[in-house]
């Protein structure tokens, strides 16, 4: 504190108030940096700003000569670290190994004028030894995860109390005499693992967590933002075990790993919010694949504008959904939004004086203003027998997961015949593709111009952080790349990534649509026949006004919301 007064960060009246100030005893607990930091004091050298941590460890990292290291926990090689030291040294110094090599190891910690631990730390490790300066509440905080998690892995890794896992499938495994060292689903160690995995998806806002194990280990990694990461390595036994807890969760056969399994499980997070996750198990080469899709409810309280279909797209999207009956397609590949744009769109239209029913394979989330269907192909309970059975219940809107086979398509088109509005998707590249799906699934083209009142195809592109995002000028071979055959001027200033702690230095946060709308207007089923020319209906709907994705991905890029690199990776531009 004397020091902050010396170099002009506080003022005399806030230097007293720190020293004479009384405590609570939370307080008093509270490391010196952390407790200022929480008193919002004004930063007298820099008038308009506080002495937040930021600043704070930035004026500490300037006069030790030592610099700040923000910890990802998803870079962090646990196993590593702490072999280091022990939890107890750790604590007793209040230091953490953030980053080992072989021959330098990287100590964080908020005390950098302490240094009685280094000299035996480096004698110990024959390593030099690297000073860098951290939260203290990360410090904290990490300590006791990364060692308690360590400390499960090794319980789980050396249990010899517990049972032999049967009919693993791993196609390589040896028989090993007298080998009883497999932990057991429910050992408390893999019950603090599978919480980790679980709480550290959550606090990364992680869509997927996909389990995969490989000939000697299993790897756990999290899909954020579209994009797969690693976040952690365990012992192959123990990943098994880490599956097979999540089958008992999930109510799956756990003795059953020859065949492909689906489940679901509601959990907490941290913050109070309940998450549903949908399990999926695949058999491997090495042992069950597990991947964990998390649907997050709040999506469904997410108006369009969030969703990033807006202005035109959002007027053509609405005019479709608001007709009392007709069929209504969106199309795209897994994992590009088309659940959250039917959910949230269902959402609305779901009110008191209208019954909303769906068909899913499976439900995806639980929503109580609809009626949902699960399909059981064990009992030959398929989307068209689904179907056939909902319009028994006196639907007025109609959910169908996916329109996989004719049989399906027909009782969509004929639920759309007797007056009921149908949504559903189809696996294709863009919105014209999905016509010609229709038609080669045996679709008569005079019943699909009877009944489909357009088709949405849609991708998720990356938002770039509003915290870091920083301007540049594009070029005009660039530009026209995203918008021929369009003669769209050249913007004058685009953004482009640099990342920040709040976007773990990826330089995007979130996800948006970019999407393509094609409206079966009459002059679009001129072209609708046997042989049809998508083409042609391509050329049409542009005209009367459907913007191709990579288009409506350019006009998020114009905005700032996106780059050109992420509309071209999920939106290639036709030839």
């Given at each position: 504190m004397d020091n902050l007064l010396r170099d002009g960060r506080i003022s005399q009246q806030d230097h007293v108030q720190l020293l004479n100030g009384s405590r609570s005893q939370e307080e008093a607990l509270k490391h010196p940096l952390s407790y200022i930091a929480d008193q919002n004091l004004s930063d007298t050298s820099r008038p308009g700003t506080s002495l937040n941590i930021d600043a704070l460890l930035a004026w500490l990292s300037e006069a030790s000569q030592q610099p700040i290291y923000n910890l990802d926990p998803l870079k962090i090689d646990v196993h590593a670290i702490t072999e280091v030291m022990s939890f107890e040294f750790a604590r007793r110094h209040k230091i953490l190994a953030v980053d080992v090599t072989a021959d330098e190891v990287t100590i964080a910690s908020c005390e950098p004028y302490l240094s009685a631990w280094q000299s035996?730390?480096?004698?110990?490790?024959?390593?030099?030894?690297?000073?860098?300066?951290?939260?203290?509440?990360d410090l904290k905080r990490y300590t006791v995860e990364f060692y308690s998690l360590s400390k499960s892995v090794r319980g789980a890794s050396g249990n010899t109390n517990t049972k032999q896992f049967d009919g693993v499938t791993n196609f390589e495994q040896l028989l090993e005499l007298g080998d009883m060292k497999d932990p057991d689903a429910n050992d408390q160690h893999i019950v603090n693992i599978v919480d980790w995995i679980l709480q550290y998806a959550f606090d990364q806002r992680a869509s997927d967590i996909h389990i995969e194990p490989r000939r000697e280990i299993g790897n756990v990694r999290f899909r954020i933002d579209g994009v797969l990461y690693n976040v952690s390595e365990f012992p192959l036994q123990v990943a098994m075990a880490i599956t097979s807890r999540l089958k008992i969760l999930g109510r799956l056969n756990v003795a059953e790993k020859r065949k492909p399994q689906d489940g679901r499980l509601k959990t907490v997070t941290p913050e109070g919010n309940e998450v549903e996750l949908r399990l999926s198990t695949l058999p491997t080469a090495f042992g069950e694949k597990m991947v964990m899709r998390i649907f997050?409810?709040?999506?469904?309280?997410?108006?369009?504008?969030?969703?990033g279909l807006a202005n035109e797209d959002y007027k053509r999207w609405h005019g479709m959904i608001e007709k009392p009956h007709g069929i209504v397609l969106v199309t795209g590949p897994t994992g590009s939004g088309k659940t959250t744009t039917l959910y949230s769109s269902l959402k609305q239209l779901a009110t008191s004086e209208v019954n909303v029913c769906t068909i899913e394979d499976p439900i995806e989330m639980m929503e109580d203003s609809f009626n949902q269907m699960q399909v059981q192909h064990n009992i030959d309970l398929d989307f068209a027998s689904g179907v056939r059975a909902l319009m028994r219940q006196d639907p007025d809107i109609v959910m169908i997961g996916e329109i996989r086979d004719l049989e399906t398509a027909e009782m969509a088109i004929q639920a759309a015949l007797t007056g009921h509005l149908v949504l559903s998707t189809l696996h294709t590249n863009d919105a014209p593709s999905?016509?010609?799906?229709?038609?080669?699934l045996g679709v008569p083209p005079y019943l699909l111009k009877a009944t489909v009142?357009?088709?949405?195809a849609q991708r998720l592109v990356r938002t770039l952080c509003p915290h870091c995002k920083q301007p540049d000028t594009v070029s005009e071979a660039d530009w026209k790349s995203l918008t021929r055959p369009w003669k769209v001027p050249v913007p004058q200033t685009i953004y482009q990534p640099k990342g920040c702690l709040e976007c773990r230095n990826t330089g995007y946060l979130g996800r948006q649509g970019i999407?393509?709308?094609?409206?079966?207007?009459?002059?679009?089923?001129?072209?609708?026949?046997?042989?049809?020319?998508?083409?042609?209906i391509r050329q049409q709907s542009m005209k009367e006004g459907m913007k191709t994705l990579c288009l409506s991905g350019a006009q998020k890029v114009a905005a700032g919301d996106t780059t050109i690199a992420e509309v071209l990776r999920v939106a290639p531009p036709r030839k």
């Open positions: 035996n730390l480096e004698h110990v490790l024959r390593r030099t030894i690297k000073r860098v300066l951290i939260d203290p509440a997050d409810p709040d999506v469904l309280l997410r108006s369009f504008e969030q969703l999905a016509l010609t799906r229709l038609l080669e009142l357009g088709v949405m999407y393509e709308i094609l409206l079966l207007s009459d002059d679009i089923q001129e072209h609708v026949d046997e042989r049809v020319d998508i083409e042609k």
